[in-house]
């Protein structure tokens, strides 16, 4: 059962709120503190309900953004899911996995041809991508957090982000260097 669960719209302005909510209940989880108090609780949180924010505001705008805490004895869970397309600004990588950032930004200059991400001739999502390839968000995550799963929602809409922090004896040791 959550420790602590949210609902909010679909609003970049609520992630600040996500993010501060995440961190204080991280603290009592006993997450390691340099986790909780730098930036890999921060970061990932905010990569992924912004991620969820804009996935919602475009396929689904009325629909709220759900984030669940959940506390255990050695983990320490955070969900966010959103009500879009499934695997929506998800890049797969070339194992089937999440793609890597550095694959994602591994790119070899061709004269004339733009980035594969670029093409957005059949998809709307063009104003919110920046410039950045789709799955960057997901790729930064998964060099933030001990464990991520990406999955599909539980009624087969959208996609449930979820990112694990060992929190028992077995904790993973801060990682100071990325």
Do not use: Q
């Amino acid at each position: 059962m959550p420790t602590v669960e949210l609902r909010f719209a679909a609003l970049n302005g609520h992630v600040r709120t996500a993010r501060m909510i995440a961190t204080a209940v991280s603290r009592r989880a006993g997450v390691p503190a340099g986790a909780a108090d730098e930036i890999e609780i921060k970061l990932a949180v905010t990569e992924a309900c912004a991620r969820a924010v804009r996935v919602n505001r475009r396929h689904a705008p009325d629909s709220p953004v759900h984030v669940a805490l959940v506390d255990t004895p050695d983990t320490f869970t955070i969900t966010v899911a959103d009500c879009g397309r499934p695997g929506d600004e998800v890049a797969p990588g070339p194992d089937g996995g999440l793609v890597t950032a550095s694959t994602l930004l591994d790119l070899e200059p061709e004269a004339a041809d733009p980035p594969w991400w670029s093409d957005t001739s059949d998809d709307d999502s063009a104003e919110d991508s920046a410039g950045f390839p789709p799955g960057l968000g997901l790729a930064l995550i998964e060099g933030l957090v001990d464990k991520v799963e990406i999955s599909r929602g539980p009624d087969g809409v959208g996609t449930v982000v979820a990112m694990t922090w060992h929190t028992g004896v077995e904790a993973a040791p801060y990682k100071t260097a990325r």
